[in-house]
């Protein structure tokens, strides 16, 4: 059973939903996709961290590094616990891009090594041309880019799953395109442009049958679903902190800890070391590994008290809420003439994310239009270039309400577009 959020109180907690923009308008965020605000527990911790703790974690012997530590490691906890993991499965990295970026080195500097010592390295993580990475159609850039990196620098081939009129995975083709050459398959749970919630298990189950790596990029689907990470199927977990709450600067990677321990690093240094000696150095044991630097202590505390903000919430009534705004945004949207939702209509295996065209007006017109009457909404390609292309379009308009909206949002956004449709003539 799950219980309706308590919008009004809820946006007591957000001190910025209560400023105006655009001279007197009241600001109607529907822009959570990209980012969401941050509630004042968030800002009340960091603030807390510098306040009473403040100190470089793992090092230092003195009761300030004691508690810095303390809190940074209990933050990971937290996190992990959110998701139905182990501490020391969770790495914290700047956000999901170098989350992902993390897992993609991993390949190409395995591959890298592996030419003057094939020993030093886990040969699953080599690869040479011949092999093939398996992403889908809908990636975010974060997905894709990295990974045609990869491919450039070793020589594998990149291969995708396509898409379906409806904004869905065409999986039809998926065991012909992940085969015996796919060496990783890695690809978005929920996609931040179509809304599309992929099956994910059913494709890192292909993904284990032929003996590769699977990678999620779980960046819109931590912040609104209950996620276990380990349900997944996946070997990799990629989110981002700043789009559930929480502060911008930190990201997640969870890995199962056998695949963890055998990655090479990504960036090296300090903290990150077992043994340094002049000619070579040994690394320390995930998640420190991946870890180099001095981490980013105040954004996993910030990260901390947004997953207990969500937990207090309970992140199936965060779903049904999302669930219950995207019914009613798809349904006024259906009845506007001349608008069409770019992926799936039916509120089915979908967030709340739903961006769509307005006949006669480009996406960028949209979007200042309802600029002006006070509505942020995101316009453009959605660092989704090629699913923009896949349905013919330039560009999309989306709007995309989290915990702090209500109907009454999506209200003022479609009276929006009826104005814009009335003021160019459409
Ligand atoms: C699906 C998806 N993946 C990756 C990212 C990248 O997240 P970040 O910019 O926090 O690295 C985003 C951000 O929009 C996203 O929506």
Same mark, same amino acid.
């Given at each position: ?10 946006? =007591? ?24 605000? =941050? ?15 403040? /100190? ?22 937290? #996190?992990?616990?959110?998701?139905? *993991? ?7 990295? =700047? ?10 080195? *991993?390949?190409?500097? /395995?591959?890298?090594? +592996? ?36 491919? *450039? =620098? ?79 199927? %996946? ?23 056998? #695949? ?39 954004? +996993? ?111 003022? /956004? ?5 104005? %814009? ?6």
């Amino acid at each position: 059973m799950t219980e309706p959020l308590d919008v009004e109180r809820i946006r =007591k907690d957000f001190p910025i939903l209560g400023r105006t923009v655009r001279g007197d308008r009241p600001l109607v965020y529907l822009d959570s996709g990209a980012t969401s605000q =941050k509630p004042l527990a968030v800002l009340d911790a960091e603030r807390a961290f510098y306040e009473t703790s403040n /100190a470089g974690v793992h090092r230092g012997a003195h009761q300030l590094a004691e508690e810095a530590t303390e809190v940074y490691e209990s933050s990971r906890a937290a #996190v992990a616990g959110f998701v139905g *993991a182990h501490a020391d499965d969770v790495v914290f990295t =700047k956000n999901s891009t170098e989350s992902l970026n993390l897992a993609s080195y *991993a390949f190409s500097n /395995a591959t890298a090594k +592996a030419a003057f010592s094939a020993d030093a390295v886990d040969p699953r993580f080599v690869l040479r041309p011949g092999d093939s990475i398996v992403v889908t159609q809908m990636e975010h850039h974060a997905n894709l880019v990295p990974w045609q990196e990869v491919c *450039a =620098k070793t020589g594998a081939e990149l291969r995708w799953i396509g898409l379906t009129d409806d904004g869905r995975l065409d999986l039809g083709e998926l065991d012909r395109i992940v085969d015996v050459t796919t060496k990783v398959v890695s690809v978005v749970h929920q996609s931040n442009i179509l809304g599309t919630v992929n099956p994910v298990a059913r494709i890192m189950e292909r993904a284990k049958a032929v003996g590769a790596l699977g990678v999620v990029d779980a960046s819109q689907s931590v912040p609104h679903l209950q996620v276990a990470v380990a349900d997944l199927g %996946a070997d990799l977990v990629a989110w981002t902190g700043h789009k559930m709450l929480g502060p911008t600067g930190i990201g997640v990677l969870w890995g199962r800890r056998e #695949v963890l321990e055998a990655m090479p690093p990504f960036i090296t240094g300090g903290s990150m070391i077992e043994t340094v000696f002049m000619e070579h150095s040994t690394y320390a044991a995930p998640p420190k590994r991946f870890e180099a630097g001095t981490p980013m202590v105040a954004q +996993a505390v910030g990260l901390a008290a947004a997953v207990r903000y969500l937990e207090d919430l309970g992140m199936d009534n965060v779903a049904a809420h999302e669930h219950m705004l995207a019914g009613y945004a798809l349904e006024r949207l259906a009845a506007l003439r001349g608008v069409r939702v770019i992926g799936p209509t039916q509120n089915v295996d979908r967030g709340s994310a739903i961006s769509f065209v307005v006949d006669g007006i480009h996406p960028h017109d949209v979007g200042q239009f309802l600029d002006d009457r006070g509505v942020a909404v995101r316009v453009g390609h959605h660092c989704a270039w090629p699913t923009c292309r896949r349905f013919g379009v330039p560009a999309t308009t989306r709007i995309s309400p989290y915990v702090y909206n209500d109907t009454s949002d999506i209200d003022v /956004a479609v009276e929006g577009i009826l104005a %814009a449709q009335n003021f160019f003539g459409v």
